[in-house]
């Protein structure tokens, strides 16, 4: 028994890790210590009748077991891959141009997403299942002013460009129809296949 049962702890980074320092600082990846518990947080993609973002958080980095035996035994494959050499990120200008990072993160994500439809619609035509590529961004996704294209308090520890999870990008819910679609299935977030938003 704990003799000072109010006693509080605080559980190091390396062991808990929070949902912004692992899936998108991926501190595990620089100290080389895979965390015994990762927290969600909020994810982008995320909907009343299903958490999509955070479940594809999980999958992302092999942490959500597959949803069902035949969605993976019975499928065929089309692997998207994104052979261009990455840029490096635009220099920090202050305020002789606070929006450079910015611009270069649009530009390419735009060219991703659009890399993104042709596959998909490739795919969708050769009846395959679409494994993603590795998603990079070059400003983190926030819901508040950015620094230096990192939220303010990762300002020094963020690599650019880095790593990012599918809700940086696209929003993974619409991979799953609209949400009374989504409500008149038999298994919460479960689609089968998606389909898109029909």
């Excluded at 299903?50 to 092999?62: H, I």
């Excluded at 494959?77 to 052979?83: A, G, I, Q, T």
């Excluded at 735009?110 to 890399?115: F, V």
């Amino acid at each position: 028994p704990n003799p000072n049962p109010n006693q509080v702890g605080i559980f190091p980074t390396t062991e808990i890790s929070g949902g912004h320092t692992f899936f998108v600082q991926n501190y595990h990846t620089s100290t080389g210590r895979w965390p015994t518990a990762v927290h969600a947080t909020y994810q982008f993609g995320d909907m009343p009748d299903y958490p999509f973002g955070k479940r594809q958080r999980f999958r992302d980095w092999g942490m959500w077991l597959a949803d069902g035996e035949e969605l993976v035994t019975s499928s065929r494959y089309l692997v998207l891959e994104d052979d261009a050499p990455l840029d490096a990120r635009e220099p920090w200008r202050g305020v002789t141009d606070l929006h450079a990072r910015g611009r270069q993160h649009v530009r390419h994500l735009e060219r991703l997403r659009q890399r993104l439809a042709h596959g998909f619609a490739l795919a969708r035509v050769l009846n395959r299942t679409v494994v993603l590529p590795t998603f990079w961004c070059y400003c983190d996704k926030f819901w508040h002013r950015l620094d230096k294209c990192a939220i303010p308090s990762a300002t020094t520890s963020q690599q650019l460009p880095f790593v990012c999870p599918l809700d940086h990008v696209i929003d993974p819910a619409f991979f799953h129809g609209t949400q009374k679609t989504r409500l008149a299935r038999a298994r919460p977030g479960g689609a089968g296949r998606a389909r898109g938003v029909v």
